[in-house]
């Protein structure tokens, strides 16, 4: 039984390997990436515009609020990133609608990579917004004492983002593939739908996560009253 | 081992690639758009808002011109139908005091047919009274009566006053010409001997005579000398009562004149007041 898409590889020259979760990763990227090429080919500036500039507007602007609602205050400056995770983790959990694929964050290497982009994005934003000293102060609070325990939380934190979305997409997909060897019609479809809810879910879980830490790295001296998450 | 590393590299990659695909294709443009838009729809209600302020003051300046020139309307209009007013009221005083001018002409004019009608009909009245009293008196004249009527005219002859009497055998005596005795039917030979014989008598004198007819006398007898004329006729009579009767009608006359617009100033009811 394969846990992960890691194990499908295509082809393989020493340390260089081409599996199924880089392969559907290309896929996914180039879908996002072309399809909002195509969409943003004829932005429309005026009153009216097309279906699906509205609907990425939508989605757009939906991101957006949400950044703005975990509390960071420039949203525009972490929407790529932010947002970036939602669409992919997002887009990977909805195309298991398609058959034969499988989602990239089924794998613990893409959640990791994920994680791992977060633990780097926090400690990059904290210094970007409140500069080096300030960002690593915030180690040290609200005591000296309190270091390890902060370091610590970092890390964990970082690996619990992994192993929360890798669980999830894994389990999902282990459920259907179960599934389907025990009861091979109605019900996968059933798991399917729900796998697509939770899939969803655990988009915007990660996406917010992260944007939880950022808020949590670049506002920790900022007054109290302001943290309105 | 479930985390290979080599593919997390990968997707640590793939992901930053992403980040900057979605940031090149994705969020710029639909971020740029937005905002253009924003811009757009801020311009546009910026513009509204200046036109709708332009509208306002020109609203206003409508509203207040138009108030302005309904003021003047009415003002105008009640100017106007002030000196229409006055022109009305002018002209019916003026068309009142023609139409009251015209009916006092009228009226006087009326009266004074009234009163011609009035003087004729007395006067033609009078004419056919006189008329037939002569006539009467002419059928019933005879010559008896006119013996009666020489015998009355000596007897008067006799009976004459004192004054009178010197004044008429004065001229009886100084006058050239005969005495003139006239009467209406031929008197026979004793009658005018005997009034001869009465002249004679009466004035001392021979008094000679020319005995005329005349007609006009009804019945009566009349003796003329140089201006004097002593007469006893029935014509003499109506003479002096038809004088007299057309004295009575003048006096009449000229009290209704000064009494009837006394009486009646408006003149509407004159026809039943003045009727005899």
Redesign the interface.
């Known amino acids: 039984m394969r ?2 898409p ?1 194990e499908m590889i295509f082809w393989q020259q020493g ?3 081409l ?1 199924a ?2 392969v559907f ?2 896929g ?2 180039l879908a ?2 072309v399809g ?2 195509l969409i ?1 080919r004829n ?5 009216t ?1 097309s279906r699906w ?1 509205n609907v ?2 939508i989605l ?2 939906a991101i957006e609020k949400q950044i703005k609602e975990v509390g960071l205050r420039r949203p ?1 400056r972490y ?3 932010l ?2 995770l939602f ?2 983790v997002g887009m990977a959990s909805l195309s298991t609608v398609i058959p034969g694929y499988e989602p ?1 964050t089924g ?4 959640t ?3 994680a ?2 977060v633990f780097v994005a926090v400690p990059f934003f904290g210094i970007k917004e409140q500069g080096m000293g300030g960002y690593l102060r915030s180690y040290a609070e609200p005591t000296a004492i309190m270091l390890p325990f902060n370091i610590i939380s970092e890390l964990s934190r970082t690996l619990a983002l992994a192993i929360r979305l ?1 669980g999830n997409m894994m389990s999902g997909a282990m459920i259907l593939a179960i599934l389907l060897t025990i009861t091979p019609f109605f019900f996968p479809i059933v798991m399917t739908a729900l796998g697509l809810l939770t899939g969803m879910v655990q988009a915007y879980i990660f996406s917010i996560l992260a944007a939880v830490y950022i808020a949590a790295a670049t506002r920790v001296r900022e007054s109290t009253p302001e943290l309105e998450t | 081992m ?11 990659l ?6 900057w ?3 090149r ?3 710029k ?6 905002d ?2 924003e811009k ?2 801020a311009a546009q209600v910026a513009d509204a808002h200046t036109i709708k302020a332009e509208a306002q003051r020109e609203r206003d300046e409508f509203r207040r011109k138009n108030e302005s020139f309904d003021q003047e309307r009415a003002a105008r209009l009640n100017k106007a139908m002030d000196e229409t007013n006055a022109e009305r009221h002018r002209l019916l005083d003026g068309a009142r005091q023609e139409a009251d001018g015209a009916r006092a002409n009228w009226q006087e004019a009326l009266r004074g047919e009234h009163r011609n009608l009035k003087q004729d009909l007395t006067r033609r009245v009078g004419e056919e009274v006189f008329s037939i009293a002569r006539k009467t008196l002419a059928d019933l004249a005879t010559t008896a009566l006119e013996e009666r009527v020489g015998e009355v005219f000596i007897r008067r002859l006799r009976a004459m006053d004192g004054r009178t009497k010197d004044e008429l055998a004065a001229t009886l005596r100084t006058a050239s010409t005969p005495a003139v005795v006239r009467s209406a039917f031929a008197l026979p030979a004793e009658q005018r001997a005997a009034i001869q014989h009465a002249l004679n008598e009466t004035f001392s004198a021979d008094v000679r005579l020319q005995f005329e007819i005349k007609s006009e006398l009804v019945s009566g007898i009349e003796l003329i000398t140089n201006g004097h004329k002593l007469a006893w006729s029935i014509a003499d009579y109506l003479a002096s009562l038809e004088q007299r009767v057309g004295e009575l009608l003048k006096e009449k006359d000229q009290t209704d004149a000064t009494v009837e617009p006394a009486l009646h100033p408006n003149g509407e009811s004159q026809a039943h007041t003045t009727s005899p």
């Open positions: 846990l992960s890691d340390f260089l390997k599996n979760t880089i990763t290309w996914l990227m996002l990436a909002s090429k943003t932005l429309s500036m005026d009153l515009r500039q990425l507007e757009v602007l525009d929407l790529t990133f947002g970036t669409l992919f990239p794998s613990l290497s893409t990791a990579a994920l791992l982009c890798f | 479930l985390i290979d590393w080599f593919t997390v590299g990968a997707q640590v793939n992901f930053l690639l992403l980040v695909l979605m940031k294709f994705l969020y443009p639909i971020l740029q758009a937005i253009e838009r757009r729809i």
